[in-house]
């Protein structure tokens, strides 16, 4: 009996002490459970949030971002998506895959799994492969038969007055601020594509429409703050591709304002760097000087040329080292991305020079392989033509890099602004003008380069030509009739005003009619002065029948050298002759036409578009004082 009691307490411990590996085996692996779990639930954002088959490209590479992801392990469980690398940075919160999409890809949903070092899956991503819209690749941008509307987002229309202030953002509206948020928003830019389909607009380029989560100054959407997101106080990324469809169906292409040189400091990436050169200067606000001619200066110290290329413009937009690798690819990819994702026909690609050369050469190749009939132009702020031919595709300047096919046109602005000021002789007003078109030669294609009146930058077109009427009708006429794509800044067209010194908030004063209430409405013409309304019914004159005209678009350019203050030139092809006479004489002229005599043959009628003035002539033509004439002749 006690050898059988001895042998049942025996197992009794034995028991017990199974019993307790079983509890804690259970225990453990309820806790491995819990770990794999949790590792589940771990939070990943992967940039850009989806892509499309059937790119000219076969690559793509992913930025994850999520806590110590760097430690795990990528599998893609696709037969038409293959894993080619993994990269990693010293920031163990993000992970680079590069993929390669091949042409037997399917459109839909891949699994994409991120293996913990203890074989367990911590976090899987359907992503979205999708397919491109038909005809997407052949896309065609802007040009010289193009008139591009130039607006800022926040103070053209408020559609929607309730994302005026949008919670968790750290600004709202305020519009008696005239450096604060207005409410204006996509709902009302859409409202208004009749209105600018109707005065004679095919293009339509909007300042920066992505999130700005800026305390102060986020409405001018120059320091994004996420670079795939609209911001909400504009709309979503949906109202955005809604949008862009709308003004197509109207006829009207829309050009994205992108921002390749810098973020805003709110940009998450600020408070987690993806790497430490990342941001130029270690992340460490240090001011660009501006000196852009450095770039091409043959005699310009290296160090000179860093310190324009890697400053900063401001503390509060931190400037982008475009020579990160990783860095590179994504912003070209974001640039493709909305392209393909919101069906831009174009892109002003801002403070151009500013970013790296070879970046810039690389990031315009690839979008012009993606999309060979897309339109790009660059923002360079010189009055030196070499400087702004230099980024041009096909220069002269021995730098055969760059696919940028236009750039915004600073030197005949300046030309243009600073001669209908200048009083008229040998070599000053209009003369200035006539003798600054030589500087074409350094354009590959003069045609493509956008001249504007005015922008978002500078002040208002009526208010440097201290609103002289005159003045103004001879900008406009020549600004839509010179070898170049015309480029229109909002209320321009109804004598809009503002200081002559640079002045952001009052340049970009609100459109009237574009908030509930407005005294006066520019979209209806209530409330206009005569004025106004004159001129803008003249500027829908000509821009409509510029529309149609092929010898303004693509013809030839002959001008006549400047007699007591009457510039005339022609535009013509095999079809078409019209002829421009511009008068800043300051009382009425009498010219000779036997001068043009090679040009207008035996031709003695025309129309005169500003007026719709039926024109007869026998030797000369009388002109007007302050005659700003575009003649259409028989």
Do not use: C
């Amino acid at each position: 009996m006690a050898r059988l009691a001895e042998q049942s307490s025996a197992l009794q411990v034995r028991m017990g002490r199974n019993m307790l590996r079983i509890r804690l085996l259970a225990l453990l692996a309820g806790m491995l459970w819990m770990s794999a779990s949790s590792a589940a639930a771990l939070s990943v954002q992967v940039e850009p949030p989806n892509w499309w088959i059937g790119m000219v490209e076969p690559e793509l590479q992913l930025m994850l971002h999520g806590e110590g992801i760097a430690q795990l392990q990528a599998q893609i469980d696709d037969p038409g998506v293959q894993l080619l690398r993994t990269q990693r940075t010293t920031n163990p919160n993000y992970l680079f895959l590069d993929l390669a999409i091949s042409a037997d890809a399917q459109p839909g949903a891949f699994a994409l799994s991120l293996i913990d070092p203890a074989g367990a899956t911590a976090a899987r991503i359907d992503y979205s492969l999708q397919a491109r819209e038909p005809g997407s690749r052949e896309r065609h941008g802007f040009g010289p038969a193009d008139a591009i509307y130039l607006l800022v987002p926040d103070r053209f229309a408020n559609g929607d007055p309730g994302n005026d202030s949008v919670a968790g953002l750290k600004e709202g509206a305020d519009r008696s601020n005239p450096g604060g948020r207005h409410g204006g928003d996509l709902a009302g830019m859409r409202a208004g594509l009749d209105y600018l389909a109707d005065m004679g607009f095919t293009q339509l380029w909007p300042t920066p429409l992505l999130i700005n989560d800026q305390p102060s100054y986020s409405y001018h959407g120059y320091a994004a703050t996420d670079l795939y997101r609209i911001d909400p106080r504009f709309g979503s990324n949906q109202d955005y591709r809604d949008f862009v469809e709308a003004a197509a169906e109207r006829g009207i292409g829309v050009i994205q304002d992108i921002v390749l040189n810098h973020i805003g400091s709110e940009h998450a990436w600020m408070r987690d760097l993806p790497a430490p050169d990342w941001i130029n200067h270690g992340g460490e606000f240090s001011p660009t000087t501006h000196m852009r001619t450095t770039l091409q200066d043959p005699y310009a110290a290296a160090s000179d040329r860093r310190a324009f290329s890697d400053g900063w413009f401001v503390s509060a937009m931190p400037d982008l080292n475009q020579r990160h690798p990783l860095l590179a690819t994504y912003l070209i990819q974001n640039t493709l991305w909305w392209i393909e994702y919101a069906g831009i026909r174009g892109i002003r690609e801002d403070t151009y020079s500013y970013a790296d050369p070879e970046f810039l050469a690389r990031w315009s190749q690839r979008v012009m392989a993606e999309y060979p009939h897309f339109s790009i132009v660059g923002e360079e702020w010189s009055r030196n033509p070499l400087v702004v031919s230099h980024w041009q595709a096909g220069n002269r300047s021995g730098d055969q890099r760059s696919a940028t096919g236009a750039m915004m046109d600073f030197p005949l602005y300046y030309e243009l602004i600073e001669s209908l000021n200048q009083p008229q002789s040998w070599e000053g007003g209009l003369t200035r003008l006539y003798q600054a078109l030589v500087n074409d030669r350094l354009y590959p294609s003069p045609q493509r380069m956008v001249l504007f009146e005015g922008n978002h930058d500078t002040a208002r077109l009526f208010s440097l030509l201290q609103e002289d009427p005159g003045k103004l009708r001879a900008a406009v006429v020549y600004l839509l009739t010179m070898p170049r794509t015309p480029q229109w800044f909002y209320g321009t067209e109804i004598l809009m005003t503002s200081p002559t010194q640079r002045d952001d908030g009052l340049v970009r004063a609100d459109f009237p009619g574009g908030w509930a209430g407005d005294p006066r409405n520019a979209f209806s013409g209530a409330g206009l002065s005569d004025s106004q309304a004159q001129t803008q019914a003249w500027v829908r004159r000509l821009l409509r029948w510029r529309r149609e005209q092929p010898a303004v678009h693509q013809g030839s350019l002959t001008h006549f050298v400047p007699q007591a203050g009457v510039y005339v030139y022609f535009r013509h092809d095999q079809q078409q002759l019209v002829m421009v006479a511009l008068n800043r004489s300051g009382e009425p002229q009498e010219i000779d036409l036997k001068r043009f005599s090679d040009l207008l043959g035996d031709r003695r009628s025309g129309r005169e578009i500003g007026s719709d003035q039926a024109l007869q002539w026998s030797t000369s033509l009388q002109l007007p004082v302050d005659a700003a004439w575009v003649i259409e002749v028989d």
